[in-house]
């Protein structure tokens, strides 16, 4: 599967922005999705998850109940709303597919390019 993520900008802090993941192929339903980011000079972290459905999504303690993961597998596309944003989110967000719904970055065989947020203060 091939991902091309989008929807990274610039925003200030207390603001919102919405990631895309588009995904080619047939088999987008059957993978488990991911949300990942990289900071400048930091290594890459965990930020959501969700499962094949939909029907359940895990989330890092840093963006929990600001973020919300979720996904349209006839359009085959991955989401990110984020709200209530903070300089510290500020990185290049990926999207990745893995054949469960995992934090472990170790557990993700596709990856899409990245897609730049910059939260300022």
Same mark, same amino acid.
């Given at each position: 599967?091939? @991902?091309?993520?989008? %929807?990274?900008? @610039?925003?200030?802090?207390? %603001?919102? @922005?919405?990631?895309?993941?588009? *995904?080619?192929? &047939?088999?987008? !339903? !059957?993978?488990?999705?991911?949300?990942?980011?990289?900071?400048?000079?930091? +290594?890459?972290?965990? #930020?959501?998850?969700?499962?094949?459905?939909?029907? &359940? *999504? #895990?989330?890092? =303690?840093?963006?929990?109940? &600001?973020?919300?993961?979720?996904? =349209?597998?006839?359009?085959?596309?991955?989401?990110?709303?984020?709200?209530?944003?903070?300089? +510290?989110?500020?990185?290049?967000?990926?999207? *990745?597919?893995?054949?469960?719904?995992? !934090?472990?970055?170790?557990?993700?065989?596709?990856?899409?390019?990245?897609? @730049? #947020?910059? #939260?300022?203060?």
């Amino acid at each position: 599967v091939q @991902l091309q993520a989008s %929807g990274g900008g @610039l925003v200030q802090a207390g %603001g919102s @922005l919405r990631l895309s993941c588009a *995904a080619s192929g &047939r088999t987008f !339903s !059957s993978y488990g999705m991911g949300w990942f980011r990289q900071a400048p000079g930091k +290594e890459r972290e965990f #930020v959501a998850a969700i499962n094949w459905s939909g029907a &359940r *999504a #895990v989330y890092a =303690d840093s963006v929990e109940g &600001r973020f919300t993961i979720s996904r =349209d597998n006839a359009k085959t596309t991955l989401y990110l709303e984020m709200n209530s944003l903070k300089p +510290e989110d500020t990185a290049v967000y990926y999207c *990745a597919a893995s054949p469960n719904c995992a !934090s472990d970055l170790a557990n993700y065989n596709y990856w899409g390019q990245g897609t @730049l #947020v910059t #939260v300022s203060s």
